[in-house]
């Protein structure tokens, strides 16, 4: 993402933002504007422990502008973190979430097959009850 995008963001309200899976030369760090600070960071969907925390610390803290989570492509490891979101805060089920998924990539190809690439990642994740939230913010963010 370039400095400008980042201004961007961080004038549009958002805190924090990942890039999944990619971004080896990518300038992370801490944007400022007349508003506030973006922090941008590189996030792992095979490890989402800093994701669901940012959202998690976005949920708590309202006035915390939302969280981006982006990748090369937009369809596969951002999507595969929106859909262990919705596990983790929404109560959905790892069937939902990852159905979720393949209908938001849109047919886009995944190496060595979709299932198994999605199977993969939920692999190594685990709701962190560390991490809840209450029935009044399930119903105001997550989807029906």
């Not at 370039?2 to 944007?31: H, I, M, P, W």
């Not at 262990?84 to 190809?109: H, I, T």
Request: glycine fraction near 10%; charged fraction near 20%.
């Amino acid at each position: 993402m370039s400095s400008a995008q980042r201004v961007s963001l961080c004038e549009s309200g958002f805190d924090t933002a990942f890039y999944a899976d990619f971004g080896k030369n990518t300038d992370f760090g801490r944007t400022s504007c007349g508003s506030g600070t973006l922090d941008y960071a590189a996030a792992r969907s095979s490890r989402p422990s800093a994701v669901m925390q940012a959202i998690h610390d976005t949920i708590k803290n309202p006035g915390k502008g939302p969280v981006l989570v982006h990748c090369m492509w937009g369809v596969h490891s951002s999507g595969a973190l929106s859909a262990m979101a919705l596990v983790q805060f929404c109560g959905w089920s790892e069937e939902r979430a990852k159905a979720y998924w393949d209908k938001g990539r849109n047919g886009a190809p995944c190496s060595n097959g979709c299932d198994a690439w999605i199977d993969a990642k939920f692999d190594k994740f685990k709701v962190d009850s560390s991490l809840s939230i209450t029935d009044a913010e399930r119903a105001a963010i997550c989807p029906k």
